[in-house]
């Protein structure tokens, strides 16, 4: 058994819920040290504090559990059927069922679109066990399919095989149907973005359907399949332009508009900064910038902010006065004040003031835990140009 022991008091976040244990924060390792092989983890005075998965990367120890019990099949069914608990009061078709480290288990994404699962696995330790984590889903859960979709960039520290198709059962459709506040979306989990469908925008999205005014000319930059698009222009827009660069995105919007009988809603395959440095057109009365995640560390928060008062500042000769501008970051590294001083930095000189609306974050089958900061990732920040 692998033994890693911490330097003194590196135990207390591990006993609050932190599932990440640090290179630097390691005493010593006493057994081989193998990439996703079980460890359990020690305090510098031999107390236990849990198991995890190893890694020789810089997060050395992904924990999964603070008791002393094996991980098998068992302990994935249990986590699953927590998981199911936390949402059936909220969801009930189509939602994410399995969030990573929030639901602790580390490295494991699950959506549920009906009665198909699809699944990305996002480390070594839980690629070695994925065939307990299928039996668990199977059991708990009784799908029709899972498809895996872990075709992501992993990082240089823990390379992993790229897997995408069928992992049990019947295959999925290529494509699924949900429904989300009265609007239906058609998902395609074998080749779109992620696993398909961006969920933790579900209550950004009826946010949104409450700030469009009647008759509105509304832009969504970053449209992808059309989420904040059709629910503009559910809430009565007069026009809606959805930009997005990949043409297969743009071709599922222009059939979501059409399932759901939403004529006012253009979908262009462009880049958003193309769009809008050529833009002639009249001012917009409310726009969504929802890019993809634009930083992905903290040392790259500086640059961060230059891109976000970049991507602010093309969109501000276009917003009417009185206008309202949403900004959505989902990278935890991007936090909040950073899309604060993004928008301050882009109307510092505009002679305008804004007016916050509100602050959205990411939805509950995305679950917030306060011991684990990065868990909080998704949030957007809703004002109006006066």
Request: aromatic share 10%; glycine share 6%; proline share 4%.
């Given at each position: 058994?692998?033994l890693?022991?911490?330097?003194?008091?590196?135990?207390i976040?591990?006993?609050?819920?932190?599932?990440?244990?640090?290179?630097?924060?390691?005493?010593?390792?006493?057994?081989?040290e193998?990439?996703?092989?079980?460890?359990?983890?020690?305090?510098?005075?031999?107390?236990?504090?849990?198991?995890?998965f190893?890694?020789?990367?810089?997060?050395?120890?992904r924990m999964?559990?603070?008791?002393?019990?094996?991980?098998?099949?068992?302990?994935?069914?249990?986590?699953?059927?927590?998981?199911?608990?936390?949402?059936?009061?909220?969801?009930?078709?189509?939602?994410?069922?399995?969030?990573?480290?929030?639901?602790?288990?580390?490295?494991?994404?699950?959506?549920?679109?009906?009665?198909?699962?699809?699944?990305?696995?996002?480390?070594?330790?839980?690629?070695r066990?994925k065939?307990l984590?299928?039996?668990?889903l199977?059991?708990?859960?009784?799908?029709?399919?899972?498809?895996?979709?872990?075709?992501?960039?992993?990082?240089?520290?823990?390379?992993?095989?790229?897997?995408?198709?069928?992992?049990?059962?019947?295959?999925?459709?290529?494509?699924?149907?949900?429904?989300?506040?009265?609007?239906k979306?058609?998902?395609?989990?074998?080749?779109?973005?992620?696993?398909?469908f961006?969920?933790?925008?579900?209550d950004?999205?009826?946010?949104?359907?409450k700030?469009?005014?009647?008759?509105?000319?509304?832009?969504?930059?970053?449209?992808?399949?059309?989420?904040?698009?059709?629910?503009?222009?559910?809430?009565?827009a007069?026009?809606?332009?959805?930009?997005?660069?990949?043409?297969d995105?743009?071709?599922?919007?222009?059939?979501?508009a059409?399932?759901?009988?939403?004529?006012?809603?253009?979908?262009?395959?462009?880049?958003?900064?193309?769009?809008?440095?050529?833009?002639?057109?009249?001012?917009?009365?409310?726009?969504?910038?929802?890019?993809?995640?634009?930083?992905?560390?903290?040392?790259?928060?500086?640059?961060?902010?230059?891109?976000f008062?970049?991507?602010?500042?093309?969109?501000r000769?276009?917003?009417?006065?009185?206008?309202?501008?949403?900004?959505?970051?989902?990278a935890?590294?991007?936090?909040?004040?950073?899309?604060?001083?993004?928008?301050?930095?882009?109307?510092?000189?505009?002679?305008?003031?804004?007016?916050?609306?509100?602050?959205?974050?990411?939805s509950?089958?995305?679950?917030?835990?306060?011991?684990i900061?990065?868990?909080?990732?998704?949030?957007?920040?809703?004002?109006?140009?006066?």
């Amino acid at each position: 058994m692998l033994l890693v022991f911490l330097k003194s008091n590196r135990e207390i976040k591990i006993k609050n819920g932190y599932p990440n244990v640090f290179r630097d924060e390691i005493k010593n390792v006493e057994g081989k040290e193998e990439d996703g092989a079980i460890c359990n983890v020690f305090s510098q005075d031999y107390q236990f504090l849990g198991k995890g998965f190893y890694s020789k990367s810089n997060v050395a120890v992904r924990m999964l559990t603070t008791k002393d019990e094996e991980i098998d099949t068992a302990f994935f069914i249990t986590r699953v059927k927590t998981a199911l608990r936390k949402r059936e009061a909220y969801f009930t078709d189509s939602y994410r069922l399995l969030h990573a480290e929030a639901d602790q288990l580390p490295g494991v994404i699950a959506d549920k679109y009906g009665d198909y699962l699809a699944i990305q696995i996002r480390n070594i330790g839980m690629e070695r066990y994925k065939e307990l984590l299928i039996t668990a889903l199977v059991e708990v859960i009784k799908p029709r399919g899972i498809f895996e979709r872990s075709d992501f960039e992993s990082s240089q520290a823990d390379i992993l095989t790229r897997h995408v198709g069928l992992l049990y059962g019947e295959l999925p459709p290529d494509q699924l149907i949900i429904e989300e506040h009265g609007i239906k979306y058609k998902v395609d989990i074998k080749k779109g973005q992620k696993t398909g469908f961006f969920f933790d925008q579900r209550d950004s999205r009826l946010w949104v359907r409450k700030l469009t005014p009647p008759n509105a000319l509304a832009l969504d930059a970053f449209a992808y399949t059309g989420g904040f698009a059709l629910n503009m222009a559910k809430a009565g827009a007069a026009k809606v332009i959805a930009l997005d660069k990949d043409q297969d995105s743009v071709n599922l919007g222009l059939e979501n508009a059409a399932l759901n009988k939403l004529s006012n809603v253009e979908f262009i395959n462009t880049y958003y900064e193309d769009y809008l440095k050529d833009y002639k057109g009249p001012p917009f009365d409310i726009i969504v910038l929802d890019p993809p995640a634009l930083i992905k560390k903290k040392e790259d928060k500086k640059k961060g902010l230059t891109i976000f008062q970049n991507i602010v500042s093309l969109a501000r000769p276009h917003l009417k006065k009185e206008g309202i501008l949403g900004l959505c970051s989902c990278a935890f590294a991007a936090d909040l004040d950073l899309l604060i001083n993004a928008l301050r930095r882009a109307y510092f000189e505009s002679e305008q003031s804004l007016q916050v609306l509100g602050v959205t974050y990411q939805s509950l089958d995305h679950p917030w835990n306060l011991f684990i900061p990065e868990s909080l990732y998704l949030k957007c920040l809703w004002v109006k140009v006066c």
